[in-house]
Protein backbone atom coordinates (compact mmCIF):
# COMPACT_ATOMS: atom_id res chain seq x y z
CA UNK A 1 0.00 0.00 0.00
CA UNK A 2 1.18 3.26 -0.74
CA UNK A 3 1.73 6.62 1.55
CA UNK A 4 -1.10 8.51 -0.57
CA UNK A 5 -3.71 5.61 0.61
CA UNK A 6 -3.44 5.86 4.19
CA UNK A 7 -6.13 7.49 5.88
CA UNK A 8 -4.49 9.76 8.46
CA UNK A 9 -0.88 10.92 8.01
CA UNK A 10 1.26 13.03 10.93
CA UNK A 11 3.14 14.31 8.31
CA UNK A 12 0.24 16.54 7.63
CA UNK A 13 -0.55 18.02 11.09
CA UNK A 14 2.21 20.04 12.52
CA UNK A 15 1.06 19.46 15.50
CA UNK A 16 2.05 15.78 15.87
CA UNK A 17 6.08 17.39 15.19
CA UNK A 18 5.95 18.79 18.86
CA UNK A 19 4.05 15.95 20.43
CA UNK A 20 5.82 13.88 23.29
CA UNK A 21 6.33 11.34 21.05
CA UNK A 22 8.46 13.13 18.25
CA UNK A 23 10.83 14.89 21.46
CA UNK A 24 11.29 11.51 22.86
CA UNK A 25 12.61 10.09 19.29
CA UNK A 26 14.70 13.36 19.01
CA UNK A 27 16.12 13.37 22.20
CA UNK A 28 17.56 9.82 22.02
CA UNK A 29 19.00 10.41 18.63
CA UNK A 30 16.62 8.36 16.45
CA UNK A 31 14.93 9.59 13.08
CA UNK A 32 11.92 7.11 13.58
CA UNK A 33 9.24 5.57 15.82
CA UNK A 34 10.80 2.39 14.23
CA UNK A 35 13.90 2.71 15.09
CA UNK A 36 13.03 4.11 19.03
CA UNK A 37 10.57 0.96 18.61
CA UNK A 38 13.27 -1.43 17.88
CA UNK A 39 15.90 -0.15 20.53
CA UNK A 40 13.10 -0.49 23.09
CA UNK A 41 12.68 -4.04 22.42
CA UNK A 42 16.28 -4.89 22.17
CA UNK A 43 17.19 -3.31 25.48
CA UNK A 44 14.24 -3.01 27.43
CA UNK A 45 15.50 -2.23 30.33
CA UNK A 46 17.11 1.03 28.84
CA UNK A 47 13.87 1.73 27.39
CA UNK A 48 11.34 1.37 30.72
CA UNK A 49 14.17 3.30 32.62
CA UNK A 50 14.31 6.37 30.08
CA UNK A 51 10.20 6.84 29.51
CA UNK A 52 9.79 6.26 33.35
CA UNK A 53 12.07 9.46 33.81
CA UNK A 54 10.48 10.87 30.71
CA UNK A 55 7.23 10.64 32.50
CA UNK A 56 8.46 12.47 35.41
CA UNK A 57 7.56 9.86 37.32
CA UNK A 58 8.49 10.96 41.51
CA UNK A 59 10.24 7.89 43.18
CA UNK A 60 10.49 8.39 47.75
CA UNK A 61 13.26 6.13 46.90
CA UNK A 62 15.03 5.33 43.72
CA UNK A 63 15.44 2.10 41.80
CA UNK A 64 18.64 0.15 41.80
CA UNK A 65 18.07 -1.78 38.90
CA UNK A 66 15.03 -1.94 36.11
CA UNK A 67 14.09 -5.62 35.88
CA UNK A 68 15.46 -9.56 37.85
CA UNK A 69 14.28 -12.06 35.48
CA UNK A 70 16.58 -14.44 37.35
CA UNK A 71 12.91 -16.40 38.06
CA UNK A 72 11.57 -16.13 34.87
CA UNK A 73 9.49 -14.42 32.25
CA UNK A 74 6.29 -15.12 34.58
CA UNK A 75 7.83 -14.10 37.43
CA UNK A 76 9.65 -10.83 36.45
CA UNK A 77 10.19 -7.97 39.16
CA UNK A 78 10.82 -4.34 38.25
CA UNK A 79 12.29 -1.45 39.50
CA UNK A 80 14.04 -3.19 42.32
CA UNK A 81 15.10 -0.68 45.43
CA UNK A 82 12.40 1.53 44.05
CA UNK A 83 9.64 3.29 46.51
CA UNK A 84 6.65 5.32 45.12
CA UNK A 85 3.18 5.60 45.59
CA UNK A 86 0.75 6.46 42.73
CA UNK A 87 -1.76 8.73 44.95
CA UNK A 88 1.80 11.22 45.47
CA UNK A 89 2.47 11.43 41.74
CA UNK A 90 -1.23 11.92 40.52
CA UNK A 91 -2.92 13.95 43.29
CA UNK A 92 -0.23 15.29 45.79
CA UNK A 93 3.00 16.72 43.86
CA UNK A 94 0.19 18.63 42.24
CA UNK A 95 -0.98 20.47 45.04
CA UNK A 96 2.45 20.79 46.15
CA UNK A 97 3.70 22.17 43.17
CA UNK A 98 0.83 24.87 43.45
CA UNK A 99 -1.98 23.46 40.93
CA UNK A 100 -4.40 22.80 43.66
CA UNK A 101 -6.61 25.18 41.92
CA UNK A 102 -6.97 23.62 38.41
CA UNK A 103 -9.85 21.54 37.70
CA UNK A 104 -9.14 17.76 37.62
CA UNK A 105 -12.78 16.36 37.28
CA UNK A 106 -15.82 17.28 35.49
CA UNK A 107 -18.88 15.14 36.47
CA UNK A 108 -21.51 14.39 34.20
CA UNK A 109 -24.87 13.28 36.09
CA UNK A 110 -27.73 10.48 34.34
CA UNK A 111 -30.18 13.73 34.23
CA UNK A 112 -27.70 16.09 32.25
CA UNK A 113 -29.29 18.47 34.45
CA UNK A 114 -26.82 21.40 35.16
CA UNK A 115 -27.34 21.22 38.68
CA UNK A 116 -26.51 18.02 38.64
CA UNK A 117 -22.98 18.68 37.12
CA UNK A 118 -19.77 18.94 39.39
CA UNK A 119 -16.39 20.66 38.75
CA UNK A 120 -13.68 19.32 41.06
CA UNK A 121 -10.38 20.90 41.26
CA UNK A 122 -7.34 19.12 43.16
CA UNK A 123 -7.37 20.70 45.98
CA UNK A 124 -10.69 19.44 46.86
CA UNK A 125 -10.33 15.99 45.36
CA UNK A 126 -7.27 15.63 47.83
CA UNK A 127 -9.29 17.35 50.63
CA UNK A 128 -12.04 13.73 50.21
CA UNK A 129 -9.41 11.44 49.59
CA UNK A 130 -7.26 12.52 52.87
CA UNK A 131 -10.52 12.18 54.59
CA UNK A 132 -11.24 8.90 53.38
CA UNK A 133 -8.03 7.76 53.89
CA UNK A 134 -8.17 8.58 57.22
CA UNK A 135 -11.70 6.87 57.96
CA UNK A 136 -10.27 3.56 56.15
CA UNK A 137 -7.51 3.42 58.83
CA UNK A 138 -9.86 4.27 61.27
CA UNK A 139 -12.00 1.21 60.51
CA UNK A 140 -8.47 -0.74 60.70
CA UNK A 141 -7.59 -1.13 56.58
CA UNK A 142 -3.71 -1.48 56.83
CA UNK A 143 -1.41 -1.82 53.79
CA UNK A 144 -1.40 -4.90 51.82
CA UNK A 145 -5.98 -5.18 52.98
CA UNK A 146 -8.40 -4.75 50.50
CA UNK A 147 -11.11 -2.26 49.44
CA UNK A 148 -14.22 -3.11 46.77
CA UNK A 149 -15.79 -0.35 44.86
CA UNK A 150 -19.24 -1.14 43.38
CA UNK A 151 -20.38 1.89 41.99
CA UNK A 152 -20.39 4.07 38.64
CA UNK A 153 -17.91 6.93 37.53
CA UNK A 154 -18.38 9.50 40.36
CA UNK A 155 -16.09 12.42 42.04
CA UNK A 156 -16.46 9.90 45.16
CA UNK A 157 -15.03 6.77 42.97
CA UNK A 158 -11.53 8.72 42.33
CA UNK A 159 -11.57 9.39 45.92
CA UNK A 160 -11.57 6.27 47.28
CA UNK A 161 -9.40 4.58 44.56
CA UNK A 162 -6.69 7.32 45.45
CA UNK A 163 -7.39 6.80 49.21
CA UNK A 164 -6.71 3.46 48.93
CA UNK A 165 -3.42 3.51 47.06
CA UNK A 166 -2.24 6.76 49.49
CA UNK A 167 -2.57 4.08 52.79
CA UNK A 168 -1.16 1.11 50.81
CA UNK A 169 -4.67 -0.99 50.31
CA UNK A 170 -5.43 -2.95 47.33
CA UNK A 171 -8.25 -1.13 45.30
CA UNK A 172 -10.68 -3.85 44.16
CA UNK A 173 -13.05 -2.24 41.47
CA UNK A 174 -16.30 -4.41 40.67
CA UNK A 175 -18.59 -3.17 37.80
CA UNK A 176 -21.96 -1.63 38.94
CA UNK A 177 -23.36 -3.37 36.31
CA UNK A 178 -23.16 -6.76 38.12
CA UNK A 179 -25.81 -8.84 40.23
CA UNK A 180 -25.29 -10.30 43.59
CA UNK A 181 -23.72 -13.66 42.48
CA UNK A 182 -21.09 -11.57 40.34
CA UNK A 183 -20.35 -9.31 43.07
CA UNK A 184 -19.78 -12.28 45.69
CA UNK A 185 -17.41 -13.63 43.72
CA UNK A 186 -15.08 -11.23 43.79
CA UNK A 187 -15.25 -9.40 46.99
CA UNK A 188 -14.96 -13.20 48.90
CA UNK A 189 -12.07 -13.89 46.50
CA UNK A 190 -10.43 -10.71 47.43
CA UNK A 191 -11.40 -10.70 50.95
CA UNK A 192 -12.62 -6.78 50.98
CA UNK A 193 -12.99 -5.37 54.46
CA UNK A 194 -15.23 -2.55 53.17
CA UNK A 195 -17.64 -2.37 49.99
CA UNK A 196 -18.05 1.29 48.37
CA UNK A 197 -21.43 1.47 46.52
CA UNK A 198 -24.33 3.50 45.61
CA UNK A 199 -27.46 2.97 47.19
CA UNK A 200 -29.16 4.03 44.26
CA UNK A 201 -28.35 4.74 41.02
CA UNK A 202 -29.66 6.23 37.52
CA UNK A 203 -30.40 5.24 34.24
CA UNK A 204 -32.17 6.45 31.46
CA UNK A 205 -33.76 8.79 34.14
CA UNK A 206 -35.10 4.97 36.34
CA UNK A 207 -33.55 4.28 39.47
CA UNK A 208 -31.56 0.75 40.39
CA UNK A 209 -31.26 -0.25 43.74
CA UNK A 210 -27.98 -1.07 43.91
CA UNK A 211 -27.20 -0.14 47.48
CA UNK A 212 -29.56 -3.35 48.50
CA UNK A 213 -27.51 -5.52 46.06
CA UNK A 214 -24.17 -4.36 48.27
CA UNK A 215 -25.60 -4.97 50.97
CA UNK A 216 -26.80 -8.58 50.31
CA UNK A 217 -23.14 -9.15 49.70
CA UNK A 218 -21.89 -7.83 52.72
CA UNK A 219 -24.24 -10.42 54.86
CA UNK A 220 -23.28 -13.37 53.11
CA UNK A 221 -18.93 -12.17 52.87
CA UNK A 222 -17.43 -12.60 55.97
CA UNK A 223 -14.71 -10.21 55.75
CA UNK A 224 -16.63 -7.29 54.45
CA UNK A 225 -17.16 -4.94 58.07
CA UNK A 226 -19.29 -2.70 56.31
CA UNK A 227 -20.72 -1.39 53.71
CA UNK A 228 -20.87 2.69 52.49
CA UNK A 229 -22.98 4.39 50.42
CA UNK A 230 -21.97 7.69 48.30
CA UNK A 231 -25.22 8.99 48.12
CA UNK A 232 -26.54 8.39 51.94
CA UNK A 233 -25.37 10.58 54.62
CA UNK A 234 -22.90 7.46 55.82
CA UNK A 235 -20.86 9.13 53.37
CA UNK A 236 -19.87 12.39 54.64
CA UNK A 237 -20.13 10.94 58.12
CA UNK A 238 -16.95 8.64 57.58
CA UNK A 239 -15.07 11.70 55.53
CA UNK A 240 -15.82 12.97 59.15
CA UNK A 241 -15.03 9.87 61.15
CA UNK A 242 -11.24 10.29 61.65
CA UNK A 243 -8.50 12.37 61.14
CA UNK A 244 -7.61 13.15 57.13
CA UNK A 245 -4.01 11.31 56.55
CA UNK A 246 -2.01 14.18 54.58
CA UNK A 247 0.89 12.28 53.55
CA UNK A 248 1.25 8.82 51.14
CA UNK A 249 2.86 5.49 52.57
CA UNK A 250 6.01 4.75 50.74
CA UNK A 251 5.14 1.24 48.14
CA UNK A 252 7.29 -0.70 47.22
CA UNK A 253 7.82 -0.30 43.43
CA UNK A 254 6.26 -4.56 43.28
CA UNK A 255 3.85 -3.54 46.33
CA UNK A 256 0.26 -4.48 44.88
CA UNK A 257 -2.20 -1.21 44.71
CA UNK A 258 -5.02 -2.89 42.61
CA UNK A 259 -7.11 -6.79 41.91
CA UNK A 260 -9.17 -6.12 38.70
CA UNK A 261 -11.25 -9.09 38.00
CA UNK A 262 -12.01 -10.01 34.40
CA UNK A 263 -15.33 -10.04 33.43
CA UNK A 264 -16.00 -13.46 33.44
CA UNK A 265 -18.51 -13.83 30.95
CA UNK A 266 -16.92 -17.34 30.76
CA UNK A 267 -15.67 -19.25 33.19
CA UNK A 268 -15.25 -17.90 37.11
CA UNK A 269 -13.64 -14.36 37.03
CA UNK A 270 -9.70 -13.83 37.45
CA UNK A 271 -8.10 -11.76 39.14
CA UNK A 272 -5.34 -9.73 37.81
CA UNK A 273 -2.75 -7.96 40.39
CA UNK A 274 -1.06 -4.72 39.56
CA UNK A 275 1.90 -2.70 40.89
CA UNK A 276 2.18 0.58 42.07
CA UNK A 277 5.24 1.38 39.76
CA UNK A 278 4.13 -1.29 37.21
CA UNK A 279 0.65 0.87 36.56
CA UNK A 280 2.53 4.15 36.97
CA UNK A 281 5.13 2.84 34.27
CA UNK A 282 2.62 1.42 31.71
CA UNK A 283 -0.01 4.35 31.71
CA UNK A 284 2.74 7.00 31.70
CA UNK A 285 3.76 5.68 28.74
CA UNK A 286 0.80 5.62 27.17
CA UNK A 287 -1.02 8.61 28.06
CA UNK A 288 2.19 10.29 26.68
CA UNK A 289 3.48 8.94 23.64
CA UNK A 290 0.16 7.19 21.90
CA UNK A 291 -2.42 9.80 23.43
CA UNK A 292 -0.02 12.63 23.87
CA UNK A 293 -1.48 13.61 27.19
CA UNK A 294 -1.61 17.55 27.88
CA UNK A 295 -1.90 19.21 31.20
CA UNK A 296 -5.30 21.20 31.24
CA UNK A 297 -6.61 19.21 28.07
CA UNK A 298 -10.09 17.71 29.37
CA UNK A 299 -10.00 13.66 28.11
CA UNK A 300 -13.15 11.70 28.37
CA UNK A 301 -13.41 8.09 27.79
CA UNK A 302 -16.57 6.72 27.94
CA UNK A 303 -16.29 3.69 30.01
CA UNK A 304 -16.66 2.37 34.08
CA UNK A 305 -14.48 1.79 37.04
CA UNK A 306 -15.25 -1.47 36.73
CA UNK A 307 -12.87 -2.18 33.48
CA UNK A 308 -9.56 -1.72 33.09
CA UNK A 309 -9.97 1.42 30.63
CA UNK A 310 -11.39 3.57 34.17
CA UNK A 311 -8.36 2.94 36.44
CA UNK A 312 -6.18 3.33 33.25
CA UNK A 313 -7.94 6.46 32.49
CA UNK A 314 -7.83 8.45 36.04
CA UNK A 315 -4.41 7.34 36.56
CA UNK A 316 -2.88 8.17 33.87
CA UNK A 317 -4.70 11.83 33.60
CA UNK A 318 -4.37 12.72 36.75
CA UNK A 319 -0.34 11.69 36.40
CA UNK A 320 -0.33 14.93 33.72
CA UNK A 321 -2.96 16.96 35.08
CA UNK A 322 -5.01 16.47 32.77
CA UNK A 323 -8.92 16.65 33.35
CA UNK A 324 -11.17 13.53 32.99
CA UNK A 325 -15.02 13.94 32.22
CA UNK A 326 -16.44 11.14 34.26
CA UNK A 327 -19.84 10.33 32.71
CA UNK A 328 -22.18 8.57 35.04
CA UNK A 329 -25.24 7.98 32.64
CA UNK A 330 -26.56 6.61 29.04
CA UNK A 331 -24.75 8.11 25.99
CA UNK A 332 -28.17 8.79 24.44
CA UNK A 333 -29.79 10.25 27.24
CA UNK A 334 -32.47 12.35 27.56
CA UNK A 335 -31.53 12.59 24.34
CA UNK A 336 -29.31 11.26 20.92
CA UNK A 337 -27.38 14.55 21.07
CA UNK A 338 -26.16 14.40 24.82
CA UNK A 339 -22.71 13.52 23.72
CA UNK A 340 -21.95 15.84 20.98
CA UNK A 341 -23.37 18.44 23.47
CA UNK A 342 -20.76 16.96 26.41
CA UNK A 343 -18.01 17.23 24.22
CA UNK A 344 -18.19 21.15 22.75
CA UNK A 345 -19.40 22.34 26.15
CA UNK A 346 -16.09 20.75 27.95
CA UNK A 347 -13.95 21.15 25.07
CA UNK A 348 -12.92 18.42 25.19
CA UNK A 349 -9.24 17.37 23.20
CA UNK A 350 -9.53 13.11 23.49
CA UNK A 351 -12.35 11.36 23.32
CA UNK A 352 -12.28 7.90 23.30
CA UNK A 353 -15.03 5.28 22.39
CA UNK A 354 -15.81 1.51 21.27
CA UNK A 355 -16.73 0.35 18.02
CA UNK A 356 -20.17 -1.10 19.51
CA UNK A 357 -20.75 2.67 20.70
CA UNK A 358 -19.97 4.29 17.69
CA UNK A 359 -22.38 1.87 15.57
CA UNK A 360 -24.99 2.58 18.04
CA UNK A 361 -24.17 6.34 17.05
CA UNK A 362 -24.30 5.76 13.44
CA UNK A 363 -27.98 4.38 13.36
CA UNK A 364 -29.70 7.22 14.99
CA UNK A 365 -32.22 9.26 13.28
CA UNK A 366 -33.23 11.78 15.33
CA UNK A 367 -31.03 14.96 16.77
CA UNK A 368 -28.54 16.96 14.71
CA UNK A 369 -25.30 14.64 15.58
CA UNK A 370 -21.95 15.58 15.95
CA UNK A 371 -21.26 17.74 12.73
CA UNK A 372 -24.10 19.60 13.76
CA UNK A 373 -21.79 20.41 16.70
CA UNK A 374 -18.63 22.22 17.33
CA UNK A 375 -16.13 19.64 17.98
CA UNK A 376 -12.94 21.92 16.88
CA UNK A 377 -10.88 21.01 20.19
CA UNK A 378 -11.04 17.69 19.18
CA UNK A 379 -7.22 16.54 18.58
CA UNK A 380 -7.50 12.96 18.93
CA UNK A 381 -10.08 10.31 19.22
CA UNK A 382 -9.36 6.35 20.71
CA UNK A 383 -10.92 3.35 20.87
CA UNK A 384 -10.20 -0.42 22.35
CA UNK A 385 -12.07 -3.68 23.16
CA UNK A 386 -13.23 -5.33 20.05
CA UNK A 387 -12.17 -4.93 16.08
CA UNK A 388 -13.32 -2.39 14.22
CA UNK A 389 -15.33 -2.71 10.58
CA UNK A 390 -14.35 -0.12 7.88
CA UNK A 391 -17.79 1.51 7.68
CA UNK A 392 -18.22 2.34 11.39
CA UNK A 393 -14.30 3.13 11.49
CA UNK A 394 -14.46 5.96 8.64
CA UNK A 395 -17.52 7.52 10.08
CA UNK A 396 -16.07 8.44 14.10
CA UNK A 397 -13.09 9.43 11.88
CA UNK A 398 -15.09 11.80 9.50
CA UNK A 399 -18.15 12.40 11.54
CA UNK A 400 -16.67 13.06 14.95
CA UNK A 401 -12.97 13.91 13.84
CA UNK A 402 -13.60 15.95 10.92
CA UNK A 403 -11.27 13.96 9.53
CA UNK A 404 -8.28 15.57 11.33
CA UNK A 405 -7.90 13.45 14.59
CA UNK A 406 -5.83 10.03 14.72
CA UNK A 407 -7.96 7.07 16.00
CA UNK A 408 -5.34 5.56 18.84
CA UNK A 409 -6.40 2.55 18.27
CA UNK A 410 -5.14 0.09 20.93
CA UNK A 411 -4.96 -3.68 22.22
CA UNK A 412 -4.32 -5.04 24.98
CA UNK A 413 -6.38 -6.40 28.29
CA UNK A 414 -7.09 -5.95 31.51
CA UNK A 415 -4.17 -8.40 32.36
CA UNK A 416 -1.96 -6.09 30.98
CA UNK A 417 -3.22 -3.01 32.21
CA UNK A 418 -1.95 -1.46 28.85
CA UNK A 419 -1.47 -2.60 25.33
CA UNK A 420 0.21 -4.76 22.58
CA UNK A 421 -0.34 -3.08 19.79
CA UNK A 422 -0.80 0.66 19.53
CA UNK A 423 -1.37 3.79 17.40
CA UNK A 424 0.55 6.87 17.98
CA UNK A 425 0.58 9.96 16.59
CA UNK A 426 3.24 9.46 14.32
CA UNK A 427 1.60 6.80 12.63
CA UNK A 428 0.03 6.68 9.41
CA UNK A 429 -2.97 4.98 9.47
CA UNK A 430 -4.90 2.99 7.39
CA UNK A 431 -9.04 2.44 8.48
CA UNK A 432 -9.48 -0.09 11.13
CA UNK A 433 -5.24 -0.16 12.07
CA UNK A 434 -3.86 -1.21 15.63
CA UNK A 435 -0.19 0.54 14.30
CA UNK A 436 2.56 -1.75 15.37
CA UNK A 437 3.51 -3.39 18.58
CA UNK A 438 3.60 -0.36 21.44
CA UNK A 439 6.66 0.75 22.89
CA UNK A 440 8.76 -1.11 25.10
CA UNK A 441 6.65 -4.49 23.70
CA UNK A 442 8.23 -7.24 22.01
CA UNK A 443 5.50 -8.40 20.07
CA UNK A 444 5.26 -10.97 17.34
CA UNK A 445 2.59 -13.27 15.21
CA UNK A 446 3.22 -16.71 15.87
CA UNK A 447 1.91 -19.47 13.45
CA UNK A 448 0.72 -23.00 15.39
CA UNK A 449 3.96 -24.12 15.42
CA UNK A 450 5.33 -21.03 17.61
CA UNK A 451 6.99 -19.49 14.46
CA UNK A 452 7.06 -16.08 13.14
CA UNK A 453 4.02 -15.72 11.13
CA UNK A 454 4.63 -14.82 7.00
CA UNK A 455 3.51 -11.32 6.51
CA UNK A 456 -0.33 -11.20 5.48
CA UNK A 457 -1.36 -13.93 7.26
CA UNK A 458 -2.85 -14.64 10.22
CA UNK A 459 -1.39 -16.40 13.08
CA UNK A 460 -1.40 -16.45 17.51
CA UNK A 461 -0.68 -12.94 19.14
CA UNK A 462 2.57 -13.06 21.42
CA UNK A 463 4.94 -11.35 23.28
CA UNK A 464 8.26 -12.49 23.67
CA UNK A 465 9.44 -10.14 26.85
CA UNK A 466 8.23 -9.02 30.49
CA UNK A 467 6.65 -5.01 30.78
CA UNK A 468 6.22 -3.86 34.26
CA UNK A 469 2.35 -4.08 33.95
CA UNK A 470 2.02 -7.55 33.30
CA UNK A 471 0.06 -9.34 35.83
CA UNK A 472 1.77 -10.87 38.75
CA UNK A 473 0.20 -14.13 38.54
CA UNK A 474 -4.12 -14.54 39.54
CA UNK A 475 -5.09 -14.06 43.01
CA UNK A 476 -4.69 -17.01 44.76
CA UNK A 477 -4.15 -19.19 41.19
CA UNK A 478 -0.73 -19.22 40.27
CA UNK A 479 -1.24 -22.33 38.68
CA UNK A 480 -4.38 -20.57 36.25
CA UNK A 481 -1.98 -18.06 35.25
CA UNK A 482 0.78 -19.97 33.71
CA UNK A 483 -1.69 -22.31 32.20
CA UNK A 484 -3.57 -19.44 30.58
CA UNK A 485 -0.51 -17.39 29.56
CA UNK A 486 2.85 -19.73 29.57
CA UNK A 487 1.72 -22.93 28.83
CA UNK A 488 1.60 -23.03 25.02
CA UNK A 489 5.29 -21.76 24.32
CA UNK A 490 7.94 -21.68 26.66
CA UNK A 491 9.22 -18.27 28.11
CA UNK A 492 6.19 -16.62 25.72
CA UNK A 493 3.38 -14.19 26.69
CA UNK A 494 0.63 -16.20 24.65
CA UNK A 495 -2.42 -13.52 24.74
CA UNK A 496 -5.37 -15.52 22.70
CA UNK A 497 -5.69 -13.23 19.77
CA UNK A 498 -5.43 -13.61 16.49
CA UNK A 499 -3.82 -10.89 14.93
CA UNK A 500 -2.31 -9.80 11.01
CA UNK A 501 0.27 -7.58 9.77
CA UNK A 502 0.29 -6.21 6.16
CA UNK A 503 3.19 -5.55 3.60
CA UNK A 504 2.69 -1.67 4.97
CA UNK A 505 3.27 -2.76 8.45
CA UNK A 506 -0.23 -1.98 9.66
CA UNK A 507 -1.01 -4.49 12.01
CA UNK A 508 -4.96 -5.59 13.34
CA UNK A 509 -6.51 -7.84 15.51
CA UNK A 510 -9.52 -9.73 14.07
CA UNK A 511 -10.92 -11.50 17.72
CA UNK A 512 -10.51 -13.91 19.76
CA UNK A 513 -8.53 -17.05 18.64
CA UNK A 514 -11.00 -19.30 20.93
CA UNK A 515 -13.98 -17.71 18.86
CA UNK A 516 -12.27 -18.97 15.43
CA UNK A 517 -14.18 -20.75 12.81
CA UNK A 518 -13.51 -23.71 10.90
CA UNK A 519 -15.49 -23.87 7.43
CA UNK A 520 -14.71 -25.74 4.39
CA UNK A 521 -11.15 -26.74 5.70
CA UNK A 522 -10.02 -22.78 6.57
CA UNK A 523 -10.02 -20.97 9.85
CA UNK A 524 -11.87 -17.83 9.92
CA UNK A 525 -12.64 -15.24 12.49
CA UNK A 526 -16.14 -13.82 13.42
CA UNK A 527 -14.60 -10.02 13.12
CA UNK A 528 -14.06 -10.77 9.09
CA UNK A 529 -17.61 -11.90 8.56
CA UNK A 530 -19.01 -9.34 10.37
CA UNK A 531 -16.81 -6.68 8.46
CA UNK A 532 -18.06 -8.02 5.27
CA UNK A 533 -21.77 -7.58 6.65
CA UNK A 534 -21.46 -4.24 8.05
CA UNK A 535 -20.07 -3.12 4.52
CA UNK A 536 -23.74 -4.00 3.13
CA UNK A 537 -25.47 -0.84 2.92
CA UNK A 538 -28.36 -1.67 5.40
CA UNK A 539 -26.29 -3.55 7.83
CA UNK A 540 -25.57 -1.64 11.16
CA UNK A 541 -24.18 -4.28 12.94
CA UNK A 542 -23.29 -8.08 13.19
CA UNK A 543 -22.44 -10.89 15.45
CA UNK A 544 -21.41 -14.43 13.42
CA UNK A 545 -21.14 -17.57 15.19
CA UNK A 546 -19.91 -21.41 14.10
CA UNK A 547 -23.11 -23.66 14.60
CA UNK A 548 -22.95 -27.45 14.51
CA UNK A 549 -23.33 -29.08 10.96
CA UNK A 550 -23.38 -33.18 10.89
CA UNK A 551 -21.79 -32.90 7.26
CA UNK A 552 -19.33 -30.20 7.70
CA UNK A 553 -18.92 -29.71 10.72
CA UNK A 554 -19.02 -26.13 11.46
CA UNK A 555 -21.27 -23.59 9.40
CA UNK A 556 -21.53 -19.79 9.41
CA UNK A 557 -24.63 -18.33 11.31
CA UNK A 558 -24.42 -14.86 11.25
CA UNK A 559 -27.18 -12.58 13.09
CA UNK A 560 -28.03 -9.28 12.11
CA UNK A 561 -28.71 -5.32 13.10
CA UNK A 562 -29.89 -3.10 10.23
CA UNK A 563 -30.25 0.48 9.92
CA UNK A 564 -33.05 2.56 10.55
CA UNK A 565 -35.75 2.00 7.50
CA UNK A 566 -33.50 -0.21 5.50
CA UNK A 567 -35.12 -3.30 3.80
CA UNK A 568 -32.82 -6.46 2.56
CA UNK A 569 -33.83 -10.02 2.31
CA UNK A 570 -31.01 -12.31 3.79
CA UNK A 571 -30.49 -14.27 0.44
CA UNK A 572 -28.57 -10.87 -0.34
CA UNK A 573 -26.40 -10.71 2.32
CA UNK A 574 -25.25 -14.48 2.08
CA UNK A 575 -24.25 -13.48 -1.42
CA UNK A 576 -22.59 -10.55 -0.59
CA UNK A 577 -20.47 -12.21 2.30
CA UNK A 578 -19.79 -14.79 -0.71
CA UNK A 579 -18.85 -11.81 -2.82
CA UNK A 580 -16.62 -10.72 -0.10
CA UNK A 581 -15.09 -13.51 0.94
CA UNK A 582 -15.36 -16.53 -1.31
CA UNK A 583 -18.13 -19.01 -1.78
CA UNK A 584 -16.75 -21.40 0.44
CA UNK A 585 -16.77 -18.70 3.70
CA UNK A 586 -20.94 -17.85 2.65
CA UNK A 587 -23.26 -17.89 5.40
CA UNK A 588 -25.75 -20.78 5.77
CA UNK A 589 -28.11 -18.41 7.48
CA UNK A 590 -28.26 -14.57 8.05
CA UNK A 591 -31.07 -14.01 10.65
CA UNK A 592 -32.42 -10.27 11.47
CA UNK A 593 -33.00 -9.25 14.92
CA UNK A 594 -33.97 -6.03 16.58
CA UNK A 595 -30.71 -5.76 18.79
CA UNK A 596 -27.55 -8.19 19.57
CA UNK A 597 -26.50 -8.93 23.27
CA UNK A 598 -23.83 -7.30 24.32
CA UNK A 599 -21.87 -7.02 28.19
CA UNK A 600 -22.65 -3.40 29.63
CA UNK A 601 -19.15 -2.25 27.94
CA UNK A 602 -20.78 -2.95 24.28
CA UNK A 603 -18.66 -6.52 23.62
CA UNK A 604 -20.73 -8.91 21.44
CA UNK A 605 -21.76 -11.61 23.42
CA UNK A 606 -20.99 -14.26 20.86
CA UNK A 607 -20.00 -17.58 22.95
CA UNK A 608 -23.62 -16.70 24.53
CA UNK A 609 -25.20 -16.18 21.06
CA UNK A 610 -23.70 -19.62 19.87
CA UNK A 611 -24.59 -21.52 23.49
CA UNK A 612 -28.48 -19.96 22.99
CA UNK A 613 -28.63 -20.93 19.21
CA UNK A 614 -27.16 -24.59 19.81
CA UNK A 615 -30.01 -25.14 23.02
CA UNK A 616 -27.60 -24.98 25.86
CA UNK A 617 -27.84 -22.40 28.77
CA UNK A 618 -27.12 -18.82 28.14
CA UNK A 619 -24.66 -18.86 31.02
CA UNK A 620 -24.48 -15.93 33.48
CA UNK A 621 -26.29 -13.25 32.27
CA UNK A 622 -25.22 -10.65 34.97
CA UNK A 623 -22.88 -9.12 32.79
CA UNK A 624 -25.35 -8.46 29.78
CA UNK A 625 -26.57 -5.32 29.01
CA UNK A 626 -29.59 -6.84 27.00
CA UNK A 627 -30.83 -10.30 28.04
CA UNK A 628 -34.18 -9.88 26.24
CA UNK A 629 -31.92 -10.08 22.90
CA UNK A 630 -31.17 -13.61 23.33
CA UNK A 631 -34.90 -14.37 23.25
CA UNK A 632 -34.64 -13.49 19.52
CA UNK A 633 -32.02 -15.73 19.00
CA UNK A 634 -33.83 -18.59 19.91
CA UNK A 635 -37.03 -18.15 18.36
CA UNK A 636 -34.60 -18.07 15.23
CA UNK A 637 -33.17 -21.11 16.74
CA UNK A 638 -36.66 -22.80 17.17
CA UNK A 639 -37.77 -21.59 13.42
CA UNK A 640 -34.92 -23.17 11.38
CA UNK A 641 -35.20 -26.14 13.13
CA UNK A 642 -38.84 -26.59 12.97
CA UNK A 643 -39.78 -26.34 16.61
Sequence with gaps: MTTSKYLWKPEDHAWTRESHLAKFVRQHGFETQAELHAASVRDTAWFWDESVKDSGIEWFKPYTKVKDESRGFPWTRWFEGGELNIAHNCIDRHVREGHGDEVVVFYEADSDAVED????????????????????????VERGDSVALYAPMRVETVAVMMACFKIGARFVPIFCGYG??????????????????VDHMQRRGKTVAAGKIARGVAEKVESVQRVICFDLPEWNEFLDSASPINDCVSMAAEDSSMIIYTSGTTGRPKGTVHTHAGCLAQVGKELRYAFNAQAGEPFFWFTDIGWMMGPWEIMGCLLYR??????????????????????????????????????????????????????SNLRVLGSTG???????????????GGG??????????????????????????????????????????????????PTGSVGHLVCKQPSPSMTKSFLHDDDRYLETYYSRWPDVWYHGDWSRKDEDSSWYVLGRSDDTIKVAGKRVGPSEVESALTSHEAVSEAATIGAHDDLKGQVLVCFVVL????????????????????KPLAPKAVFVVSALPKTR??????????????????????????????DEIIAWRDKASGV
Design 117 to 140: RREVTFAQLKTSIDACAGGLRKMG
Design 180 to 197: EHAVIERVESCAAKVLFA
Design 322 to 375: TPIVLFDGAPDFPDSDRLWRTLERLKVVTFCASPTLVRMFMRVTDGKGPKDHDL
Design 386 to 400: EPWDETSYRWFFENV
Design 404 to 453: RCPVINISGGTELFGCLLSCTPLTPLNASSLGGPALGMDVDIFTEEGEPA
Design 563 to 582: KPGAEVVTSELIAHVAKEMG
Design 601 to 630: SGKILRGMILRVYSGKPAGDLTSVENPAAL
